[in-house]
């Protein structure tokens, strides 16, 4: 049971979910929306904390008005002040692997044939940062036809405000 992250991964969702339009044809609709946090997310394995969690998202939510949603560590550190691998640049593959999760991927070596290391969707964070998708989850993108919200365009806008002083 995911105890601070998976609350805060739940309440996120039901936050954007109520900001987000309905239609994916507002311009102000989003297909999935980031939270990264400063705080060290953790569960609790056979009673003790562990602070293994460093990201959550639901599985295939892209698209999802309800689980379109990720959460991912940023600079978190543990007691002596020594940095977690989600700590400064290396969030990005945090926040990468999330994603994945969000549209569809599952971890490398969990019911597929690729190797459970090396690859963003390694179930775990190594220190070598692990910037390739495996061939596993390139099958998964290559298959993200049901994802119909990705295949819009998007139109600009100008969202700039001026203030005169």
């Known amino acids: 049971m ?12 039901a936050y954007q979910e109520d900001l987000n339009p309905e239609s994916d044809r507002d311009p102000d609709h989003w297909d999935m929306a980031l939270y990264v946090s400063g705080l060290d997310f953790y569960a609790f394995e056979k009673g003790r904390k562990s602070g293994v969690t460093m990201g959550l998202a639901p599985v295939a939510g892209v ?8 959460i ?19 969030s990005v593959y ?18 597929n044939s690729c190797a459970k290391e090396g690859y963003i969707m390694s179930p775990s964070r ?20 049901w994802a119909k ?8 806008r100008n969202t700039w405000t001026t203030v005169d002083t």
């Open 149 to 156: 919200c990705l295949q819009d365009s998007a139109k600009p």
């Open 63 to 70: 698209c999802s008005n309800t689980y379109a949603c990720v």
């Open 2 to 13: 995911m105890e601070r992250g998976g609350k805060l991964l739940d309440s996120f969702c």
């Open 126 to 145: 190594g220190t070598n940062g692990e910037t390739q998708w495996s061939t596993c989850s390139a099958d998964v993108v290559a298959d993200l036809k």
């Open 94 to 111: 945090i926040l990468a692997h999330e994603i994945g999760h969000n549209l569809g991927m599952h971890h490398d070596s969990s019911g």
């Open 72 to 90: 991912a560590e940023f600079g978190t550190t543990n007691a002596l002040g020594k940095p977690y691998p989600s700590a400064g640049f290396t």
